[in-house]
């Protein structure tokens, strides 16, 4: 993960989660894709829920403010109660869910967004801070997932998802039609850039490109060093990194 994300989010996730909080182990699995879901209620009624003795049902790894603050309350390492198939697969249209079946819980490969807002009056819209944050946020878990699982989450809509998609019967307005989907995967696939040392280079968007297909890694400082010539091991370890990623 380059320095600056790092930074960005030391400074700006505010762990919240207590022994409270609904989480469980991922039994094997990495995280795959990223869920949006809009909270239906005040950030501090979500947080206030999301860390009650009394709830047994549900918790997400992230909310995003209206003001743009980002709070965490599971690690990316567990999962988060957010996305199961409470009325089955039949409710499901994302492929990914589609493609591993109804036997395996979208929480164990999945990590989940919550967004604050009321459908009734934004339809999932984001304030503009809001959105500035959840850009940088998904961008986050996308390097984060990367450094500790070697998968790489493509930025599209198979991978970036709602929780519509996971039950377009129960949860139809979550995030809601308004969510902004394709200014995120824009910026995951334009503006996010993985290393520190490649803009203003000749090869920046092919670098990006190969970086975003899981061809390449960069190296621990962050940067990518793209004019150093490559060993015969860096190209045994891109190939493996492509294997995993597929
Ligand atoms: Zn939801």
């Given at each position: ?7 960005w989010?030391?400074e700006?996730?505010?762990f ?6 609904n ?24 947080i ?5 003795t009394t ?9 995003v ?7 965490q309350f ?11 198939l ?45 959105l ?47 969510f ?24 920046k ?32 370890a ?9």
């Amino acid at each position: 993960m380059n320095k600056k994300l790092m930074k960005w989010a030391d400074e700006n996730i505010i762990f919240v989660g207590n022994s409270n909080t609904n989480r469980s182990n991922r039994r094997g699995h990495r995280p795959e894709m990223i869920v949006n879901h809009i909270s239906e209620g005040s950030i501090s009624s979500l947080i206030n829920w999301f860390t009650n003795t009394t709830n047994t049902e549900s918790s997400a790894h992230f909310a995003v403010d209206r003001q743009g603050k980002v709070y965490q309350f599971v690690d990316i390492e567990d999962n988060a109660w957010a996305n199961g198939l409470t009325s089955g697969i039949g409710n499901a249209t994302a492929s990914v869910v589609l493609q591993k079946g109804k036997d395996i819980n979208p929480n164990w490969y999945s990590v989940s967004i919550e967004h604050e807002g009321v459908y009734s009056q934004t339809k999932g819209q984001l304030t503009p801070k809001q959105l500035e944050s959840t850009k940088i946020l998904h961008s986050y878990i996308i390097e984060y997932i990367y450094d500790k699982y070697s998968f790489k989450i493509k930025p599209n809509r198979d991978r970036i998802i709602g929780h519509k998609e996971i039950d377009k019967v129960q949860r139809a307005n979550c995030p809601g039609e308004l969510f902004p989907f394709d200014e995120i995967i824009d910026y995951l696939r334009n503006y996010s850039e993985p290393f520190l040392d490649i803009s203003g280079h000749w090869a920046k968007e092919q670098i990006i490109k190969a970086y975003q297909d899981g061809w390449i890694k960069g190296y621990p400082d962050g940067t990518f060093q793209p004019d150093k010539p490559i060993t015969r091991a860096e190209v045994v370890a891109i190939i493996l990194a492509k294997h995993n990623s597929d």
